[in-house]
């Protein structure tokens, strides 16, 4: 019989489908989770489950084709579903996560993965004995301008790196009215929140520390949570500091990288989120377009590399969170590594515990 080549419709048609049931509609799951999910070849949006009324209305009208439900039983006892997002509130990871792998699904988790590495760890072995695929939501590797940082210290342009800050830091001098994250519960807080995507990127470009410290602070009157914090994570040569804080109006660089030839520093957050806040989504513009930081964004170069001086602008990466769903998906199919391991959600926990130890303390604690 002689063989012949599939045209692209054809290859299309013979991809492998995994139908995703989302858990929450809310920010993650409406602005940060299935815009993108959506955009791969290959996921089906099947079903949703959200109890707000204004998040249905907003769901059927985006996503007619998924169903939507009112009970997370109606996701986990659908045999067709089989990848769940987690998308709800921080303090009900572990639970659903784990409901949806002893259901047979493969689970994808927003982060903080979960609020005990203990927790961490028995999600790691229960996929493992499922041989089910678990991921934590790290959407932010594929922020533009931590893309062009990790492209700077990898191409040695500042020599040896020897300090490393970088910021997440927001204005918001008021509690929000009738939501979890301002209540003291499992979870909550600055430091599992915003510091979970910059430990992320800390453990992505440097490994584990040997030791770290940190203060954690509540500066809002009336506050019940962590609002403030600074980590600093210590390594033989080098020193990493995290800062994130609600009462930040004058923001300074988000990155700043100091090397023994040069410094690199980096302004202004990623574009994806004001630009999908603002309710457009990645289908509203060219694929090539999306994600693209103006000129006055771009990080600034200042070094002396192989006997030149450089002096000026650095252009950003393209960022782009469709990257996060069409690594899940190729990993899926067996056709790349996953890019969010979760034993490296775990690690971040295990940062987050430390963290909090060091600042109850007050003294530094080795990794352990």
């Known amino acids: 019989m002689q063989s012949r080549k599939f045209n692209e419709q054809e290859k299309i048609t013979m991809k492998r489908i995994f139908n995703v049931g989302l858990i929450g509609f809310g920010l993650s799951g409406r602005v940060f989770q299935a815009p993108f999910l959506t955009l791969v070849e290959g996921f089906v949006l099947k079903k949703i489950r959200s109890t707000s009324e204004e998040n ?20 986990f006892q659908d045999e067709s579903i089989d990848l769940v997002i987690v998308a709800s509130s921080s303090y009900t990871h572990f639970e659903l996560a784990k409901e949806a792998l002893l ?17 961490a760890d028995e ?17 932010r590797r594929w922020d533009s301008d931590f893309k062009t940082v990790r492209k700077v210290i990898e191409s040695g342009l500042l020599g040896n ?36 995507h910059l430990i992320d990127q800390a453990l992505c470009l440097f490994g584990l520390p040997k030791e770290l410290s940190c203060d954690l602070r509540i500066q809002r009157e009336g506050g019940r949570v962590i609002d403030n914090f600074r980590l600093v994570l210590q390594y033989p040569a080098l020193r990493v500091t995290l800062r994130a804080g609600m009462l930040v109006r004058e923001a300074g660089p988000r990155y700043t990288l100091l090397g023994d030839q040069g410094s690199f520093l980096k ?4 574009v994806q989120e004001e630009t999908l806040v603002a309710g457009i ?6 694929d090539e377009e999306w994600g693209k930081e103006p000129e006055e ?70 990794f352990e």
């Open 56 to 75: 249905i209305q907003i769901a059927r009208a985006r996503y007619p084709q998924a169903q939507i439900v009112g009970h997370v039983n109606d996701i």
């Open 103 to 119: 259901a047979g699904k493969h689970v994808v988790v927003e982060k903080p993965f979960t609020t005990t590495t203990a927790e």
């Open 123 to 139: 999600l790691i072995q229960l996929a493992k004995d499922r041989q089910r695929t678990l991921t934590a939501f790290q959407n």
């Open 161 to 196: 790196l020897v300090e490393y800050e970088a910021h997440f830091d927001r204005f918001r001098n008021f509690l929000k009215p009738n939501t979890w994250k301002e209540e003291d519960l499992p979870g909550s807080g600055m430091l599992y929140d915003l510091g979970s």
């Open 267 to 270: 302004f202004g957050l990623d």
């Open 281 to 286: 989504l990645p289908t509203d513009k060219p």
């Open 297 to 366: 964004l771009w990080g600034r170069l200042n070094t002396d590399y192989k006997g030149m001086h450089l002096v000026g602008k650095i252009e950003s990466e393209q960022g782009h969170y469709k990257g996060y769903f069409q690594n899940l998906y190729n990993a899926l199919i067996g056709e790349e590594e996953l890019e969010v391991k979760p034993e490296q959600a775990r690690n971040i926990i295990r940062v987050i515990e430390l963290a909090i130890k060091s600042s109850q303390e007050q003294r530094t604690v080795t």
